[in-house]
């Protein structure tokens, strides 16, 4: 049974880059689908942050281009996520999750990683 | 402001019917793009419900339906259930904004 799972640090200090990795277990990264990175932060609702698909095709969140890096990792069978001069704004459950369609329907999701910018 | 508008509730007794709304424009949902709605108990991950308006995902109860008209989509849920408590989210295509956008969320309550 394919199963994904976030791997982070829990705690990253304001202005450092924040990285995680999504595991996939069960199944291939590699094929049709497109792997995502979905966040909620505290008392909020959902934000899609970025995908990526097997060959490195990418599309992000248009304000979080420009700090945002999603990369694949075929051969370890993992995709990551790289998000540079956090904030506290920036705290918040990061869930990686598996594209079902190409457009955004996230089927398979992790259970997700609490990741808090604090000094 | 979210680009897509959900209400901020909805309730209804067991065994109601409930519809969850989602409100767009033509960048959106009336462009066309597809609109999907999952259902997330928070503590846990999201669950995908509904894809491309109205398709059910396998395993997905077919008490969820989705529909769209226009600018907006809908969720039903027929035969409502004390565990359909949770919070509802509905997410499009955005041309303007370039992006995947999820909606603010329902909260449904079963009385």
């Known amino acids: 049974q394919l199963q994904v799972q976030e791997s982070g640090p829990g705690l990253v200090k304001p202005s450092e880059t924040l990285s995680l990795t999504c595991s996939i277990s069960g199944g291939s990264i590699r094929g049709d689908h497109y792997w995502g990175w979905i966040r909620q932060p505290p008392g909020k609702g959902l934000e899609w942050i970025a995908s990526?698909?097997?060959?490195?095709?990418?599309y992000y969140h248009p304000s979080l281009e420009s700090r945002a890096t999603i990369s694949v990792d075929t051969s370890n069978n993992q995709f990551s996520l790289r998000l540079n001069s956090v904030t506290a704004a920036d705290t918040a459950v990061y869930f990686c999750a598996r594209d079902l369609t190409g457009s955004s329907a996230f089927d398979l999701w992790g259970q997700g990683t609490m990741i808090t910018v604090t000094s | 402001q979210s680009v897509l508008t959900q209400p901020p509730s909805v309730s209804g007794a067991p065994g109601q019917r409930v519809i969850i709304s989602c409100t767009g424009s033509?960048?959106?949902?009336?462009?066309?793009?597809?609109v999907h709605w999952y259902r997330h108990v928070p503590g846990s991950a999201p669950k995908l419900l509904i894809y491309?308006?109205?398709r059910r995902p396998s395993g997905v109860s077919d008490r969820f339906s989705g529909s769209r008209s226009g600018t907006s989509a809908s969720l039903a849920i027929t035969g409502l259930q004390a565990d359909d408590e949770a919070d509802y989210y509905c997410?499009?295509?955005?041309?303007?904004?370039?992006?995947?956008?999820f909606g603010p969320g329902t909260k449904v309550t079963v009385l």
């Open positions: 491309a308006y109205n």
């Open positions: 033509l960048s959106n949902i009336g462009a066309p793009y597809d």
């Open positions: 997410q499009s295509y955005d041309n303007t904004l370039t992006g995947y956008l």
């Open positions: 990526i698909n097997d060959i490195g095709n990418t």
